[in-house]
Structure formats: C-alpha cells, structure tokens
C-alpha cells in the first residue's frame, strides 16, 4: 500500500485519510436511527422475496441477491442493508481510486477522492438501502475503466460493463455513451462499438421478457408512475 502513496507528502496523506474518516462519519452518524422509507421497506422485501421480482419490481434482481447474501450473515433489517451501502459505496471509491493511483494520476486520485467521498448528495444517498447512489458511483467507476481501456484485456472491461448494467439499469447510459462517443472520434472500430453495445444485451433481454409476458400497460412496479397508462404519464 505504502507504494501508491509515494507521490503524496504527509500532509497529503493526513488530508486522504482525514477526508475518508469524515466520509464515514457523515455516512454512519445516526444511521440505525433513520426513519424507513418505501423504497427502503421495498428493498427488504424483495431481497426477502426473490421469487418476486419479475413480475413486480422494476429494477433487476441482482442488487437484490446481493441484498440476501448480506442479510444471511448480518441479520434481515434495514439497518443492516443501509450499512451494505456503505460498504458499497466505499468499495467502489477504493477500487477506482487504485486504478488512478495505478496510473499515477495521483493529482486526479486526490479530486476524485475529496469530492467524491465528501459530496453531500452520495452521502444521503449512500445511507440508504436503496441503489440510487450507485448511479453515479459506477458510473464514475466505469469512466475510470473506460479511460484507460486500452491497458486491460477486451474481456475484463466487457464482462465488467455487463455486470454493472445488471447491477444498475441506467449504467446503460454511459456505457452507450462512451462507445459513441469514442466511435465518432474514430479512436473505435465499428466491430468494436458493435462489441461494447452487446454488453446491454443481456439487461435489454431482460426487460423485453418482462414486457412480452405482462405488456406496457400491465407490467406492475413498486414504483406509482408505471402502474398509469404511458400515455396518460407522457401526458402530466
């Protein structure tokens, strides 16, 4: 560990791990006494209820089968889901910020880590058993990979962009956008644009099952909007 720091003065260091230990102290102050809220409650639930998920939840199973694995050691709580977050959120921190520090990108790895971990809307976000956090963690995650994509094998950073799909939704975002992006600046083949956008495949089979077994209108979600016709949501 004392390798990667090499670059950084002691007064450097002293600012990473003082930023770190306010990061969890923001995150852990008072959590077991938080108020529950739906989303949460949902969270316990279908981690509870695997069996469940297709038919009724919009999000995909795998945030909840990591949800169960964490609850078969920790206890079936909320409480115990919101510190999974945590852990989570500070997972994904550490594993991008050795691959900046990997890269002795040690001035971006300082950014990353201060703002990052201090940023006050991750910090609401990951206190709650709930994904939304992990948006723009992975997020930033994948940008990471995808910025020195070229120093890893095609099937690391392709298996990695499927499995942070299925872990959250909208990871497909980014990851569209990255291919393009780089496809328009020709520093991508076509064959290998075409490569990266089979990585969403197996999420958009995923929700093509859901919608050809219950239709538009009938697929049911915890969420309020889905159960009203699209139209008449488009519609306000």
Not at 99 to 116: H, M, N, Q, R
Request: aromatic share 22%.
């Amino acid at each position: 560990m004392r390798k990667f720091f090499q670059d950084y003065s002691a007064s450097g260091v002293v600012l990473i791990s003082f930023t770190l230990f306010l990061g969890f102290f923001f995150r852990l102050i008072a959590l077991p006494e938080a108020s529950a809220w739906g989303d949460e409650i949902a969270s316990l639930f279908y981690a509870n209820n695997l069996s469940e998920i297709f038919h009724h939840e919009s999000h995909t199973p795998l945030y909840y089968f990591l949800c169960k694995i964490w609850m078969t050691v920790f206890g079936e709580s909320i409480v115990a889901l919101r510190y999974l977050f945590v852990l989570m959120s500070f997972s994904i921190l550490s594993l991008s910020g050795f691959l900046l520090l990997k890269k002795k990108e040690t001035g971006f790895f300082l950014l990353f880590v201060v703002v990052w971990w201090l940023w006050p809307t991750d910090i609401v976000f990951s206190r709650q058993a709930r994904h939304y956090g992990l948006y723009a963690e992975l997020s930033f995650f994948y940008l990471i990979l995808w910025r020195h994509k070229n120093d890893y094998s095609f099937r690391t950073l392709y298996w990695s962009s499927i499995l942070i799909q299925f872990l959250h939704p909208f990871i497909l975002v980014p990851v569209w956008f990255l291919a393009f992006y780089d496809y328009l600046k020709k520093s991508l083949t076509s064959k290998l644009l075409l490569l990266h956008l089979t990585t969403s495949l197996p999420l958009i089979i995923y929700y093509l099952a859901r919608f050809f077994t219950y239709g538009q209108e009938k697929v049911l979600s915890n969420i309020s909007w889905i159960h009203a016709k699209t139209m008449d949501y488009i519609k306000g």
